[in-house]
Each structure stands twice: as structure tokens, then as C-alpha cells.
């Protein structure tokens, strides 16, 4: 099996798609001129050059067409390709096929067209070749995590597929490969660590496509995210504000159809935080809601209690919410026959609440298309009042 040569320090691709757009038409010859200037100043040690300043050093130490041509590629690139620098970008090129030379001058090719309008089968195909993919769905799996604990399926690649063997060449190929997936939003930074951002879960199901055998990395990674989401939102909760989270629970109830719904001053002494009005069949009902925002679990105690408050809001039933859970006495004693019930939410029930009517939750969906032959075949039949077909070509 033919080992592939990975790009080297691969570049971000705006990066790459820049330096094509402007080498397009660029002879040959004269890129290799330039290239040949200013690699003469960085054999020279005893006058060393400062490549950071491409507006200083280009004047400084290159003449004629190769200072046109190095100041162009930079300031034409909006000073993303450094021309000492350039070798990246034209490796991605060369590579992946995205110019060629006709007539000693390099042109863009159809594949190089498609790179630049960030056509998703080319970026695919440079993804697949480059081992981007499998780094996105590493980090799908496995994050969020720290570059380092996610470069198993990486190492792998490189050693089964490519000439690359060295740790540190492996290394640093990652670390390239990692801003490329930044600067295109499909993973994100936060402090030391990584995770895919919804933009790049939505391209690796388009890359993997639903009959693919990593098809289910898919499946897995929604189910970590909203599993992360739960979590997150347990956190928040948990650490409110305790008035905070009574109005919290007000708009809840909003939401859930209550009216005339009342959150207690703070400071409220009588075991209620929350009076509500909701519609039963054909009956309007008053209840009232304890809020209790912490981490343990509820006893019977405060059944009894908030039982005893309903004739001083003249309610009919009563609710007690958590984050936290209910002991088995509290949850017999939340229904006892002739007294008034007491609806029980612990906090996997309270978040359920919140994730239905979108609070502290934001949905985002996954379109996937599928081809639709039926839609289609409907047209295939219809015919205009000539008989003719409505859908021929309009040359026939």
C-alpha cells in the first residue's frame, strides 16, 4: 500500500484558499525565483532577518518581480500567507491537486475552484486525506478533552497510512490540524480544552452519511451533548440565587399554562413560595408551590407542612419542586386518601419540565436530506393539454 504524504504544517483553509486565488496565473518560473531570494536570506546566519514583518523585510531583501510578487501574496492574502512561509500553502496545493501548470504558469483546476467556494466534496476529500476526519469524530467521542488525550485514532493513521513517523512530526501535524477544525467552527476552545462545536457535528453525520459503519458516532455524540446539557443546567440550578430560582419556577408554570401566577416576597414565612391558578376539565383550581433549591433529599415533614398551608391561600392542592430528590415516607405521604395531593417534582422530572418548554434549553436540530424519487416521479406522468411532456427540454 502506497503511504500518503500529509500536508505539511497544514494550513487553515481561507489560508490555502487565499494563496491560490492569488498564484493564479503566476509563472512558474518567477514563484521559483522568489522562492529561491528568499531562501538565500535564510541560509545567511550572519545577517539574520526578522520574517515576521513581511512589510519590512520584502523592501529589505528582495528586488524587482520577486518584491512585487512577495508583497502581493502577502497584502493579496489580507496578510494571512507570509511568503517566507509559503511552502505550507503550496503543499496543500500541490497535494490536493488544486492547480496545475499549463504553458509554464500555474492555474487553478476544477478541484481548485471547488476548494475555493469551499465545495463540501473537495473539503471532504482533503479531510479524509489529511485525517481531519478522524480527528472530529475522536473529538466527538472522547471530549471535551485536552489536544493531547485526543490523538489516539491520530497516532494510528499516521503510522498504518502515512510517511509520518516521528512523535514530534505527528505532534505538531495535530496541533495544525486542530487549528484548521478552529478557524472552520468545527470544534471549539475553551481553556485547555476541546469539543465539537453543533456545526461540526452536523458536517461529520453529512461525512459519515447514515449507512456509514461510523454512522452511530452520530447516535453517540447527541447523546453525550444533551447528557453535557443536563448537566450543566443541574449545576446552574443548583447554585441560583434561592429567590432567583422561585421566579424561575413562576415563569415554568407560565409556560406549563397556569395563570395569575404569584412568586412570594423573599423572606416569605409560610412554607410557600409560589400561588398558581390552573384550568382542570372545567374547574380553575388554586395551588401553591414549594420551591426548595438544594442537593439532599425531602422528607415527609414538609408534606405535612405545606398540606397545612393550602386553607390560608385557598388552594386545593399543592406542589413541592426540588433539585434535589424525595425519601420514600414523602412520596407515600404525598398521597393520602381524603387529604389534598401533593404533586412531587424531583429535579430529573424538573429538568424534564424545563427542556420541554425551552428554558435554560436552546434546540438546535440536525437536517439531514434525503433524496425523494417519489416527489419526483409525479411530474414524470403530468402532460400539458398537447399531450406533450412538461418536462421536455426545451430543444426538443
Given at each position: 500500500?502506497?503511504?500518503?504524504?500529509?500536508?505539511?504544517?497544514?494550513?487553515?483553509?481561507?489560508?490555502?484558499?487565499?494563496?491560490?486565488?492569488?498564484?493564479?496565473?503566476?509563472?512558474?518560473?518567477?514563484?521559483?525565483?522568489?522562492?529561491?531570494?528568499?531562501?538565500?536570506?535564510?541560509?545567511?546566519?550572519?545577517?539574520?532577518?526578522?520574517?515576521?514583518?513581511?512589510?519590512?523585510?520584502?523592501?529589505?531583501?528582495?528586488?524587482?518581480?520577486?518584491?512585487?510578487?512577495?508583497?502581493?501574496?502577502?497584502?493579496?492574502?489580507?496578510?494571512?500567507?507570509?511568503?517566507?512561509?509559503?511552502?505550507?500553502?503550496?503543499?496543500?496545493?500541490?497535494?490536493?491537486?488544486?492547480?496545475?501548470?499549463?504553458?509554464?504558469?500555474?492555474?487553478?483546476?476544477?478541484?481548485?475552484?471547488?476548494?475555493?467556494?469551499?465545495?463540501?466534496?473537495?473539503?471532504?476529500?482533503?479531510?479524509?486525506?489529511?485525517?481531519?476526519?478522524?480527528?472530529?469524530?475522536?473529538?466527538?467521542?472522547?471530549?471535551?478533552?485536552?489536544?493531547?488525550?485526543?490523538?489516539?485514532?491520530?497516532?494510528?493513521?499516521?503510522?498504518?497510512?502515512?510517511?509520518?513517523?516521528?512523535?514530534?512530526?505527528i505532534d505538531m501535524a495535530h496541533a495544525c490540524d486542530f487549528k484548521n477544525l478552529i478557524q472552520r467552527k468545527l470544534?471549539?476552545?475553551?481553556?485547555?480544552?476541546?469539543?465539537?462545536?453543533?456545526?461540526?457535528?452536523?458536517?461529520?453525520?453529512?461525512?459519515?452519511?447514515?449507512?456509514?459503519?461510523?454512522?452511530?458516532?452520530?447516535?453517540?455524540?447527541?447523546?453525550?451533548?444533551?447528557?453535557?446539557?443536563?448537566?450543566?443546567?443541574?449545576?446552574?440550578?443548583?447554585?441560583?440565587?434561592?429567590?432567583?430560582?422561585?421566579?424561575?419556577?413562576?415563569?415554568?408554570?407560565?409556560?406549563?399554562?397556569?395563570?395569575?401566577?404569584?412568586?412570594?416576597?423573599?423572606?416569605?414565612?409560610?412554607g410557600v413560595d409560589v400561588v398558581a391558578d390552573i384550568e382542570l376539565g372545567i374547574s380553575r383550581v388554586r395551588e401553591?408551590?414549594?420551591?426548595?433549591?438544594?442537593?439532599?433529599?425531602?422528607?415527609?415533614?414538609?408534606?405535612?407542612?405545606?398540606?397545612?398551608?393550602?386553607?390560608?391561600?385557598?388552594?386545593?392542592?399543592?406542589?413541592?419542586?426540588?433539585?434535589?430528590?424525595?425519601?420514600?415516607?414523602?412520596?407515600?405521604?404525598?398521597?393520602?386518601?381524603?387529604?389534598?395531593?401533593?404533586?412531587?417534582?424531583?429535579?430529573?422530572?424538573?429538568?424534564?419540565?424545563?427542556?420541554?418548554?425551552?428554558?435554560?434549553?436552546?434546540?438546535?436540530?440536525?437536517?439531514?436530506?434525503?433524496?425523494?424519487?417519489?416527489?419526483?416521479?409525479?411530474?414524470?406522468?403530468?402532460?400539458?393539454?398537447?399531450?406533450?411532456?412538461?418536462?421536455?427540454?426545451?430543444?426538443?
Open positions: 500500500m502506497e503511504r500518503r504524504q500529509l500536508t505539511p504544517g497544514l494550513p487553515t483553509f481561507e489560508t490555502g484558499q487565499r494563496f491560490l486565488q492569488v498564484i493564479d496565473g503566476v509563472p512558474v518560473s518567477h514563484y521559483k525565483s522568489m522562492e529561491k531570494a528568499i531562501y538565500e536570506h535564510v541560509q545567511n546566519p550572519q545577517n539574520p532577518v526578522n520574517w515576521k514583518d513581511p512589510e519590512a523585510w520584502i523592501p529589505q531583501r528582495l528586488s524587482g518581480e520577486n518584491r512585487e510578487l512577495a508583497l502581493r501574496i502577502w497584502r493579496e492574502s489580507s496578510h494571512l500567507v507570509n511568503p517566507r512561509y509559503a511552502f505550507e500553502p503550496m503543499s496543500l496545493c500541490k497535494i490536493h491537486e488544486l492547480f496545475s501548470t499549463r504553458d509554464g504558469v500555474m492555474r487553478i483546476t476544477e478541484r481548485g475552484a471547488g476548494f475555493v467556494t469551499n465545495n463540501e466534496a473537495v473539503l471532504k476529500s482533503i479531510d479524509e486525506y489529511e485525517g481531519l476526519l478522524l480527528i472530529l469524530r475522536e473529538i466527538a467521542l472522547k471530549g471535551p478533552g485536552k489536544r493531547r488525550d485526543l490523538m489516539e485514532s491520530f497516532i494510528a493513521f499516521c503510522h498504518d497510512h502515512t510517511t509520518m513517523r516521528a512523535n514530534s512530526s470544534i471549539e476552545k475553551n481553556g485547555l480544552t476541546y469539543q465539537i462545536t453543533n456545526a461540526g457535528l452536523s458536517y461529520l453525520q453529512r461525512s459519515e452519511g447514515k449507512d456509514s459503519k461510523s454512522a452511530p458516532v452520530i447516535e453517540i455524540l447527541v447523546s453525550k451533548k444533551n447528557a453535557m446539557a443536563r448537566r450543566e443546567l443541574t449545576e446552574y440550578l443548583q447554585n441560583m440565587n434561592p429567590y432567583s430560582f422561585e421566579r424561575l419556577i413562576g415563569r415554568l408554570l407560565e409556560e406549563m399554562g397556569y395563570d395569575n401566577v404569584e412568586v412570594a416576597a423573599a423572606g416569605n414565612d409560610k401553591v408551590v414549594q420551591v426548595k433549591r438544594h442537593k439532599g433529599s425531602i422528607g415527609s415533614p414538609i408534606i405535612s407542612q405545606l398540606r397545612g398551608s393550602l386553607p390560608l391561600f385557598g388552594a386545593m392542592r399543592g406542589s413541592i419542586i426540588t433539585t434535589g430528590r424525595f425519601t420514600q415516607p414523602a412520596q407515600d405521604a404525598a398521597f393520602v386518601p381524603g387529604a389534598a395531593p401533593i404533586t412531587l417534582i424531583d429535579r430529573e422530572r424538573l429538568l424534564n419540565l424545563l427542556i420541554e418548554h425551552n428554558i435554560g434549553i436552546r434546540r438546535r436540530e440536525i437536517r439531514i436530506l434525503e433524496f425523494d424519487k417519489e416527489d419526483l416521479n409525479q411530474f414524470e406522468s403530468d402532460t400539458d393539454n398537447d399531450g406533450l411532456s412538461l418536462l421536455q427540454s426545451p430543444d426538443s
